[in-house]
């Protein structure tokens, strides 16, 4: 009993010895810092490093994307190509019983062991007999009848000059050397100018759009009320931004010969009216 007694006071002054930890210049050796330590507290932080270890080890598995670097984990996208499929495969094998129930009733009729045919509500046959047809105006729809006509008497004029009231001034003064065609895909006039000419804005709009591109140099592109786009390129330089709003007349760009497609000096305009090309002589007068 006294040596067990004996063994467990070593054991505990063993655990409790302190030590001293010293950190010395090696040149000179003065002490930089130092700090006591004994076994049973190398234990402890030692349990308590392990331990804070396991558990940033475990979260960083369980609620991060890093658990799909261990073999044996499947990933977060494969997963989800996985549920898509089961909703696949599951609408499919629905699809596919209607099908053959389709087909059944199909094989039926065809063999005749089905005489009497009833018409659902979708048979077009049942619902839409002409003879059971109320033809009949009512009171409510008369009056509107002659709203709808009165409304119509007195618009007209309006309605003629809705997009007439927007007028186009040309872009620049020159000599018109392509015009608009379908056939050959040339949905915009070519006007030969001298270089640096100006070129103005056919009507007042906001610039969507300024860039350069390989084909059509310098291009420019406003939009104006109405649904009208107007386009101009292989310009020599730009003077607009975009986002900038400009008035009909004002000058936004000069004229040059820029892009792979251009001849000499002279301006490509496009107009376009709802997302389609159209003619710019039926619209804008460039004598």
Same mark, same amino acid.
């Given at each position: 009993?006294?040596?067990?007694?004996?063994?467990?006071?070593?054991?505990?002054?063993?655990?409790?010895?302190?030590?001293?930890?010293?950190?010395?210049?090696?040149?000179? @050796?003065?002490? &930089?810092?130092?700090?006591?330590?004994?076994?049973?507290?190398?234990?402890?932080?030692?349990?308590?490093?392990?331990?804070?270890?396991?558990?940033?080890?475990?979260?960083?598995?369980?609620?991060?994307?890093?658990?799909?670097?261990?073999?044996?984990?499947?990933?977060?996208?494969?997963?989800?190509?996985?549920?898509?499929?089961?909703?696949?495969?599951?609408?499919?094998?629905? *699809?596919?019983?209607?099908?053959?129930?389709?087909?059944?009733?199909?094989?039926?009729?065809?063999?005749?062991?089905? *005489?009497?045919?009833?018409?659902? *509500?979708?048979?077009?046959?049942?619902?839409?007999?002409?003879?059971?047809?109320?033809?009949?105006?009512?009171?409510?729809?008369?009056?509107?009848?002659?709203?709808?006509? &009165?409304?119509? &008497?007195?618009?007209?004029?309006?309605?003629?000059?809705? *997009?007439?009231?927007?007028?186009?001034?040309?872009?620049?003064?020159?000599?018109?050397?392509?015009?608009?065609?379908?056939?050959?895909?040339?949905?915009?006039?070519?006007?030969?100018?001298?270089?640096?000419?100006?070129?103005?804005?056919?009507?007042?709009?906001?610039?969507? @759009?300024?860039?350069?591109?390989?084909?059509?140099?310098?291009?420019?592109?406003?939009?104006?009320?109405?649904?009208?786009?107007?386009?101009?390129?292989?310009?020599?330089?730009?003077?607009?931004?975009?986002?900038?709003?400009?008035?009909?007349?004002?000058?936004?760009?000069?004229?040059?010969?820029?892009?792979?497609?251009?001849?000499?000096?002279?301006?490509?305009?496009?107009?376009?009216?709802?997302?389609?090309?159209?003619?710019?002589?039926?619209?804008?007068? @460039?004598?």
């Amino acid at each position: 009993m006294a040596k067990k007694n004996i063994d467990k006071a070593k054991i505990k002054e063993k655990l409790t010895f302190k030590y001293r930890f010293v950190v010395l210049n090696e040149d000179t @050796f003065e002490e &930089r810092f130092s700090f006591k330590l004994n076994r049973l507290n190398a234990l402890i932080l030692g349990s308590l490093f392990s331990v804070l270890l396991v558990g940033v080890t475990i979260f960083l598995i369980a609620f991060t994307p890093l658990k799909e670097y261990i073999p044996g984990y499947s990933s977060t996208s494969l997963k989800k190509k996985a549920t898509d499929l089961v909703y696949k495969v599951d609408s499919l094998q629905q *699809k596919l019983a209607v099908n053959d129930l389709y087909i059944q009733n199909i094989q039926q009729v065809l063999t005749g062991k089905v *005489k009497d045919i009833n018409l659902n *509500k979708d048979s077009i046959a049942e619902q839409l007999r002409i003879e059971d047809a109320d033809l009949k105006i009512s009171p409510v729809d008369s009056v509107f009848r002659e709203d709808v006509e &009165r409304e119509d &008497r007195y618009s007209v004029f309006e309605k003629a000059t809705k *997009k007439t009231d927007l007028v186009f001034f040309a872009p620049i003064n020159g000599k018109i050397t392509d015009v608009y065609s379908i056939e050959d895909k040339h949905y915009a006039i070519d006007i030969a100018v001298e270089k640096d000419s100006p070129v103005k804005a056919v009507a007042d709009g906001t610039v969507i @759009f300024t860039g350069f591109t390989a084909e059509t140099g310098f291009v420019i592109i406003l939009e104006h009320a109405k649904g009208f786009l107007s386009v101009y390129k292989h310009n020599s330089s730009i003077h607009k931004e975009q986002g900038d709003i400009v008035k009909s007349g004002e000058a936004i760009a000069n004229a040059g010969s820029t892009g792979e497609l251009s001849t000499g000096p002279h301006l490509h305009f496009e107009l376009w009216n709802d997302g389609f090309p159209v003619d710019p002589l039926n619209y804008i007068d @460039f004598k």
